[in-house]
């Protein structure tokens, strides 16, 4: 294994992202690099005023079907893979010129599958064939050549080169990258025509080194998936406030989860990664209000995230209160100067909030990870089987789907009573099912008349419902399940309260 540095002398380029590769090929040419290319990049630096090698001239062999077969030839290949004294006489014979820099990124796959009118056709036209061969082929012989993947690596090479060489350090690191970005495409290749999905077909790019992680002695890294188009913590436009904490990502992620289930108005209030406050309706200033008021305590320096456009009246009261972020849609210019009146105060635009997408989320174990795909059932009101005597009245039904929608988002055991529309009192993280009761009963208040419950799981004892009964709580709605159901409803049926069961639970750990 060679460990010397190299100055290279040949370089081959064929690039389907072209983002500096004119001023990059410019300092191969000004340090004596001779530059092999092909199709389409051949004619970016020929244009550019870059004297290059087309790869048929090179080869001797002309670019056929299609462009489909161009650089699979032993002369490109023996130029790439020789080591440099060991093979010099078979290179000799064969007319194999060494090929010492090999720079190549792939034709756009991924992108090409997000697009909804892509043809199967162009799909199978977006598999690169010789570009991997030839990545894989510089990365193996990184003893001899530097191979590179991405244009962040252009200067440092350029540097290396006016430096002296290519230094073997540099060399074994470009070849780590390459085996990486060859292996994540043809993971994205495989999980598309599979139809399955995963993290190794996943690809994450560091966006941003935070302060500290959960807790100040914990280092934390934001990355971010990249050609992510839809809404999300990492890709807002942050307008104004001190860099977002590892903890306010996490618990702005929880809100927009949470958002992302209606359609109509809302309001969505979160603190420690749990919905203190949700309120849909169609005055968003009405919305807001409820949904703060709803646990005012626990919403002090929480997270407050709106599905309309954030005006100056909402602003107002916003900065009438204490909260670390204020997230939503769109501002108008009015909002955000009144937003700049509490400079601290992180102000993100998310862009337009879409429903919820089936998508697979992970969760990192002591040596592995789990997956599983993101819950987006919804509980209509033909799902709900009614068990008690007691018929729930439509604005029962109203709320109990409602609170059903946010109790999804609620760490289990989690109960959640709400009214009109709005929470008013949830009991999030109980080991226990009671204890989750008497927190949210606790939470409501006067407030819980004439209210229902909503419980992520069964009841397995009707002792939460003897509970429930002392309160001015109405109808419950519960996934059902238990061996003890019929007591349960008994005990419903003694209380003159109406139960609903959705036959699907929600726990959420």
């Not at 807790?215 to 990249?226: E, G, S, T, V």
């Given at each position: ?7 290279p002398q040949r370089a081959l380029i064929s690039v389907s992202n072209k983002d500096g590769i004119i001023e990059f090929a410019r300092g191969l040419k000004e340090n004596g690099v001779e530059i092999i290319s092909t199709g389409g990049t051949s004619a970016a630096l020929k244009d550019a005023g870059i004297d290059v090698i087309d790869i048929a001239d ?17 002369k490109v290949h023996g130029g790439i893979l020789g080591r440099r004294q060991e093979h010099a006489a078979v290179a000799a014979k064969n007319g194999i010129n060494w090929i010492d820099i090999v720079v190549v990124n792939l034709y756009p796959f991924a992108q090409t599958i997000q697009n909804p009118n892509a043809t199967e056709e162009e799909i199978i ?167 703060y008021d709803a646990d005012s305590l626990s919403a002090f320096g929480g997270i407050i995230a709106l599905n309309r456009t954030c005006t100056k009246e909402i602003a107002e009261k916003i900065t009438q209160v204490f909260a670390e972020i204020v997230m939503a849609p769109d501002y108008e210019n009015s909002a955000l100067k009144e937003f700049a009146k ?168």
């Amino acid at each position: 294994m060679n460990t010397t540095p190299i100055q290279p002398q040949r370089a081959l380029i064929s690039v389907s992202n072209k983002d500096g590769i004119i001023e990059f090929a410019r300092g191969l040419k000004e340090n004596g690099v001779e530059i092999i290319s092909t199709g389409g990049t051949s004619a970016a630096l020929k244009d550019a005023g870059i004297d290059v090698i087309d790869i048929a001239d090179f080869t001797g062999f002309p670019e056929i079907m299609d462009g489909r077969v161009k650089t699979l030839h032993p002369k490109v290949h023996g130029g790439i893979l020789g080591r440099r004294q060991e093979h010099a006489a078979v290179a000799a014979k064969n007319g194999i010129n060494w090929i010492d820099i090999v720079v190549v990124n792939l034709y756009p796959f991924a992108q090409t599958i997000q697009n909804p009118n892509a043809t199967e056709e162009e799909i199978i036209e977006n598999i690169d064939i010789g570009g991997p061969t030839m990545i894989r082929s510089a990365a193996k012989n990184f003893g001899y050549v530097a191979v590179a993947v991405d244009p962040a690596d252009y200067g440092a090479i350029l540097n290396e080169i006016k430096s002296g060489g290519i230094s073997y350090a540099t060399r074994k690191k470009l070849s780590h990258k390459a085996f990486g970005h060859t292996a994540e495409y043809d993971a994205v290749i495989h999980n598309h025509f599979t139809k399955k999905e995963g993290v190794s077909g996943k690809k994450y790019q560091k966006r941003v080194e935070l302060r500290y992680g959960e807790n100040p002695h914990q280092k934390a890294i934001a990355y971010a998936l990249q050609n992510y188009a839809e809404p999300s913590i990492l890709n807002a436009k942050i307008h104004q406030g001190k860099q977002l904490s590892y903890n306010n990502i996490a618990d702005a992620d929880a809100a927009l989860a949470t958002l992302k289930e209606f359609g109509n108005p809302a309001c969505v209030v979160v603190k420690h990664a749990n919905p203190c406050g949700v309120c849909t309706g169609e005055d968003m200033i009405k919305v807001f209000q409820k949904a703060y008021d709803a646990d005012s305590l626990s919403a002090f320096g929480g997270i407050i995230a709106l599905n309309r456009t954030c005006t100056k009246e909402i602003a107002e009261k916003i900065t009438q209160v204490f909260a670390e972020i204020v997230m939503a849609p769109d501002y108008e210019n009015s909002a955000l100067k009144e937003f700049a009146k509490k400079p601290k105060l992180r102000v993100l635009e998310l862009g337009k909030i879409t429903p919820l997408k089936p998508a697979w989320e992970y969760k990192y174990i002591q040596g592995g990870l789990l997956a599983q795909d993101t819950d987006i059932k919804q509980i209509t009101q033909s799902d709900l089987q009614v068990v008690a005597k007691n018929y729930p009245s439509p604005e029962e039904i109203r709320d109990c789907l409602f609170a059903w929608r946010v109790l999804k988002h609620v760490k289990s055991n989690a109960i959640l009573i709400a009214k009109d529309s709005a929470t008013v009192g949830i009991g999030a993280g109980q080991v226990s099912r009671v204890d989750a009761v008497d927190i949210a009963i606790k939470k409501s208040g006067v407030n819980i008349d004439n209210s229902v419950l909503a419980s992520d799981a069964f009841f397995p004892f009707r002792d939460s419902i003897d509970r429930i009964a002392q309160t001015g709580v109405t109808a419950i709605i519960q996934p059902g399940g238990s061996i003890k159901d019929k007591e349960v409803i008994k005990a419903c049926d003694e209380h003159n309260i109406s139960m609903m069961f959705t036959g699907a639970r929600c726990f959420k750990h």
